[in-house]
T-cell receptor
Framework: GAVVSQHPSWVICKSGTSVKIECRSL??????MFWYRQFPKQSLMLMAT?????????EQGVEKDKFLINHASLTLSTLTVTSAHPEDSSFYIC??????????FGPGTRLTVL | QKEVEQNSGPLSVPEGAIASLNCTYS??????FFWYRQYSGKSPELIMF????GDKEDGRFTAQLNKASQYVSLLIRDSQPSDSATYLC??????????FGDGTTLTVKP
């Protein structure tokens, strides 16, 4: 399967700071990238859908000004959590999709906000 | 009613048995169906996908799709302790966005 990397794999930050998470598709050009959040023992929650060169589409209830998504190229998407608070602590996972709609997931980023 | 429903489990089977995981979906326009496996603390990994009615086999895994009944299942033959994980069913319509079920937790006991 295709390889998707995510960086960093974990981050601890102080409340009020911003954190940027990178998602890269290493061996294919992703038409679409997705950002998910997962709390312990809960299912994946889709936050937004990102297409290269266009604005991200956010799911209902997800604040677009707090979770900034930039999809600069067919292989790179970034998620910036602005002014992070403890309730933003979660496991953030990106995925990249090819034209067959298969999603290849990155390894995830565990964010802890103190 | 959720768009994609799975039995939450936990499902427990002895080593060597067949594990059967089920998923139903509500959108009749759904075209692509996926099964992902997620180990605790890790991100999901794709196990199988199926697009057409019927069975699709890959090693110990068999996916079954019945669009008329809006039902997709995953069978794991000769279950191993390493198969213990949460299995996520995902359904995709034309827009390309997948809807995930809440997952079924499988435990294979040695």
């Amino acid at each position: 399967g295709a390889v998707v990397s995510q960086h960093p794999s974990w981050v601890i930050c102080k409340s009020g700071t911003s954190v940027k998470i990178e998602c890269r598709s290493l061996d294919f050009q992703a038409t679409t990238m997705f950002w998910y959040r997962q709390f312990p023992k809960q299912s994946l929650m889709l936050m937004a859908t990102s297409n290269e060169g266009s604005k991200a589409t956010y799911e209902q209830g997800v604040e677009k000004d707090k979770f900034l998504i930039n999809h600069a190229s067919l292989t790179l998407s970034t998620l910036t959590v602005t002014s992070a608070h403890p309730e933003d602590s979660s496991f953030y996972i990106c995925s990249a999709s090819d034209r067959l709609y298969e999603q290849f997931f990155g390894p995830g980023t565990r964010l802890t906000v103190l | 009613q959720k768009e994609v429903e799975q039995n939450s489990g936990p499902l427990s089977v002895p080593e060597g048995a067949i594990a059967s995981l089920n998923c139903t979906y509500s959108d009749r326009g759904s075209q692509s169906f996926f099964w992902y496996r997620q180990y605790s603390g890790k991100s999901p990994e794709l196990i199988m996908f199926i697009y057409s009615n019927g069975d699709k086999e890959d090693g110990r895994f068999t996916a079954q799709l019945n669009k008329a009944s809006q039902y997709v299942s995953l069978l794991i033959r000769d279950s191993q302790p390493s198969d213990s994980a949460t299995y996520l069913c995902a359904v995709t319509a034309n827009a390309g966005k997948s809807t995930f079920g809440d997952g079924t937790t499988l435990t294979v006991k040695p």
